[in-house]
């Protein structure tokens, strides 16, 4: 019995070898040997995964391979590969991977950043273009720059809660702009399901997290059954959760626009605009991945900021004197000074390269065959875009582990600023499946990191003796990349700042 199965191994293991080395001419992208049966299973990383994939770029190329249970996994690690693919070739490249966890157990495919391309897809995008395009976000900048204002109040008030009162303060300016709902108690709640939520996804963007996307007939093993619930209760914990957030705001802004008390907002700005329109479902999910998905990315930069100021106290010192001699100290930063913050916004610009916060993005699926640059890419493989990696190019971002804001300025020594800026796009994503909620993001990671720039000085937290503690900049580089915890202070620049937070605008 023991010598059959034996066989039987060896050949499935000549089979999965013949299949990636077959010598018809077709020439698969380097990358880890594979085992029998399971291929490169244990090759992919549980954690820190952008980092583990830059390492094998790093070992075998900008294009890696790998194969998991009779499925291939293709990683890009450079911009000219991910810009033929994703966006020269998009067409063949912009589906998402089937799920069988998100989209039948969590019930989250109404998130369009999960749906593959179609007329769903195209009509909700059109639909998110129109409101949050960076020509009309004009009509969203007051209430934008009031959330900035009011979250250094918060954070004067109580320095030592700065974390969650910045999470805090994404949370209610893209709840503003979304629904122009103000964070009470009860809105809080919905922020606390939406942020389980995400923290599910998270987990089950990582391929290969759950036994049931490779074998989607474990679906219907009962909950009763699985010791603790497992996979079944944490998928119905997630799509309970998601409904909620996803309903209570939009149900509150329905009932605003009857009354005739709606604020303009995403969500009351569509449902005018198309009247009676019998895909009520489609403003409704596009309004929940605004806030989903915008959510997260703008608090993992302005912690990923904070950091930043702690590790490079000469960063902060420049753009405070910036920040001095352009708004001066008798008001807070607005959206009219922007243009003449060259320097803050090239912060902005490295807060978001030196740690990317998805920095392998949501993987692609290819539809077809294809070859690139003599390699067989098979129909059907899971193409995953390291954003990290083209970030972090040495040969365009010199020392790219350093912060260093002068990289994005027009008179930097050394620096092709063409190349440094064509790489930084990468960011946001490439080809179809670009963020569309970018200028959103980036105009409100402005106000609110210049405000609190403007009043305050951030160093780092003091030890039981009263030292600094030396903090080593480091992060997740998961699916979403957040700084790992770290100790900080953060104190008015004056005496002037309390009079200042108590009179401005």
């Not at 209610?172 to 995400?198: K, Q, W």
């Not at 039981?464 to 979403?480: N, S």
Request: with cysteine; hydrophobic share 45%; charged share 20%.
């Amino acid at each position: 019995m023991y010598i059959l199965c034996l066989q039987i191994l060896i050949c499935l293991g000549a089979l999965v070898w013949y299949r990636r080395n077959s010598t018809s001419g077709l020439r698969m992208p380097p990358g880890p040997p594979p085992l029998p049966i399971v291929g490169n299973l244990l090759d992919i990383p549980r954690k820190r995964e952008a980092y583990a994939y830059s390492a094998m770029a790093d070992k075998y190329g900008d294009i890696v391979h790998l194969s998991v249970l009779n499925k291939n996994v293709i990683v890009v690690g450079s911009l000219q590969a991910l810009t033929e693919l994703f966006s020269k070739r998009s067409a063949n490249y912009s589906n998402r991977p089937y799920s069988t966890m998100i989209y039948k157990l969590m019930d989250l495919e109404w998130i369009f950043a999960f749906q593959s391309c179609g007329d769903i897809w195209r009509n909700q995008r059109k639909l998110f273009h129109s409101q949050f395009q960076e020509s009309v976000l004009h009509e969203f900048r007051p209430l934008q720059a009031n959330a900035a204002h009011d979250v250094v109040r918060r954070i004067m008030e109580t320095p030592n809660l700065l974390f969650q009162h910045l999470h805090m303060h994404t949370a209610n300016s893209l709840m503003g702009v979304t629904y122009a709902m103000e964070m009470t108690a009860r809105n809080c709640n919905i922020v606390t399901m939406a942020d389980e939520v995400i923290m599910a996804w998270s987990k089950v963007a990582v391929h290969g997290s759950y036994l049931v996307d490779a074998l989607p007939i474990l679906r219907f093993i009962p909950e009763w059954l699985i010791p603790g619930g497992g996979f079944k209760k944490e998928a119905r914990e997630c799509k309970e959760k998601a409904i909620q957030a996803r309903n209570l705001p939009f149900d509150t802004v329905l009932a605003e626009i009857v009354q005739g008390t709606a604020r303009p907002s995403f969500v009351s700005n569509s449902l005018t605009q198309l009247g009676s329109c019998p895909e009520i479902h489609l403003i409704k999910a596009c309004a929940g991945t605004a806030y989903f998905a915008g959510t997260e990315a703008i608090s993992i930069s302005l912690s990923t900021f904070i950091l930043a100021m702690v590790a490079y106290p000469d960063v902060q010192a420049k753009a405070q004197r910036e920040l001095d001699d352009i708004v001066g100290k008798a008001r807070l930063p607005n959206f009219d000074d922007q243009q003449s913050l060259p320097y803050v916004n090239a912060i902005i610009k490295e807060v978001l390269r030196w740690n990317p916060p998805a920095p392998l993005a949501i993987p692609h699926t290819s539809i077809n065959v294809d070859h690139y640059e003599g390699y067989h890419l098979p129909a059907g493989s899971i193409v995953i875009g390291n954003l990290w990696k083209i970030l972090h190019n040495p040969e365009v971002y010199a020392e790219p582990l350093c912060f260093n804001p002068e990289r994005f300025m027009p008179d930097a020594e050394g620096s092709d600023l063409t190349a440094v800026l064509s790489n930084f796009e990468a960011v946001y994503g490439v080809g179809r499946r670009i963020c569309p909620g970018r200028f959103v993001a980036v105009a409100q990671l402005f106000v609110t990191i210049a405000s609190i720039l403007s009043v305050f000085d951030i160093r780092p937290g003091l030890d039981e003796d009263g030292k600094p503690i030396h903090v080593e900049p480091d992060f997740t580089f998961g699916v979403a990349s957040h700084p790992l915890p770290f100790k900080c202070s953060i104190a008015p620049r004056g005496d002037y700042v309390r009079q200042l937070l108590n009179t401005d605008d």
